[in-house]
């Protein structure tokens, strides 16, 4: 924002009413405040919604999860502002700031390892874009430079602690810190909607974790496990499916299921990989199966 040409945007809050003025006026009766965030959406540098309307259309939401353009991160609880205020140089009547305001919160999760895993792979990640979502519905984002689009907030750290263990009295958790690449930023150019859908609801894609049993020319066995390994997955089918060769080729191949087992029936298959087709939609739940290697004997 500070190294583009200024312009000059309101501010937008449609949580509280649907208008809002450009001027800089202060009247008011009541002050429209957000609410405490209680979730959290992190998106790649590159994510925008392309208008204000298709930032509050859940379609829109659900597409760009899909494309992992924007991932849900896990409920947030003891959020708390870690802000860091200017230094300055004072002497006599001469001032000057050695070191600007720094803006960042903190934030609990409590997770299981799996989950913490996760979220830390989004440590110097490029995703660097932060949405908040709050208690009362209402999505904080920040529009683009041309008025237009509307992004999540610019960040330049997500740091995510060592997983606390458990104790008497707290189960165990993840601190998250978040640090704003613009302390003003949500200041100058936010806004805060409240769409007809909860935010808060919205849940990322579910990791499959693949087990190979066997594998030989005709067919490859394996089985598929969700929840972190604790369940068997069993809604996979063919076109869920791909076997690559070891140049990245699909090997046409017809998935079947017994018991807990697959099994990937084909001719002449070779040496790869295993995963799904990518992301899956399953009835409305988002999974994927990120590749394991095939060799075949």
């Known amino acids: 924002m500070k190294n ?37 959406y992190i998106a790649k ?7 204000l309307t298709l930032f509050k259309t859940k379609a829109t939401w659900d597409a760009a999860i899909e494309a992992k353009d924007i991932v849900p991160l896990y409920n947030t609880y003891e959020v708390a502002s870690a802000n ?18 720094i803006k960042k919160m903190t ?5 299981s ?41 610019d960040i330049t750290n997500f740091d995510v602690a060592i997983r606390e263990r458990p104790v008497n009295d707290k189960p165990p958790f993840t601190m998250c810190t978040i640090t704003f690449r613009d ?7 936010g806004i805060i909607v409240k769409p007809t859908w909860d935010p808060n609801v919205l849940n990322g894609v579910f990791e499959i974790q693949l087990q190979l049993t066997s594998a030989s020319s005709t067919e490859v066995i394996f089985t598929a ?20 060769d070891s140049g990245g080729a699909s090997q046409t191949v017809v998935v079947s299921l017994l018991g807990n087992v697959y099994t990937a029936t084909g001719t002449g298959l070779t ?10 939609d399953k009835a409305g739940t988002l999974v994927e199966a990120t590749a394991i290697p095939v060799i075949i004997v």
């Open 4 to 40: 583009v040409p200024l312009i000059f945007l309101p501010v937008f809050i449609d949580s509280c009413s649907t208008e809002t003025s450009a001027q800089l006026n202060t009247g008011s009766i009541s002050e429209c405040l957000e609410g405490l965030t209680t979730k959290l």
């Open 45 to 51: 540098s590159t994510q925008r919604f392309a208008t």
């Open 84 to 101: 860091t205020e200017a230094t300055k140089y004072e002497s006599g009547n001469f001032v000057y700031t050695t070191k600007k305001e």
């Open 107 to 111: 934030s609990e999760s409590y997770l």
């Open 113 to 153: 390892i799996c989950s913490h895993r996760a979220l830390k792979s989004f440590e110097n990640s490029d995703y660097t874009q932060i949405y908040e979502v709050t208690e009362k519905g209402e999505i904080l984002g920040v529009w683009d430079v041309d008025g237009v689009q509307v992004k999540g907030q």
């Open 183 to 189: 302390f003003e930023e949500f200041e100058d150019y």
């Open 225 to 244: 496990l969700s929840a972190c390994g604790a369940s068997y997955y069993l809604d996979l089918l063919t076109a869920d499916m791909v076997l690559a």
């Open 271 to 280: 040496t790869g990989t295993l995963a799904t087709d990518g992301v899956i």
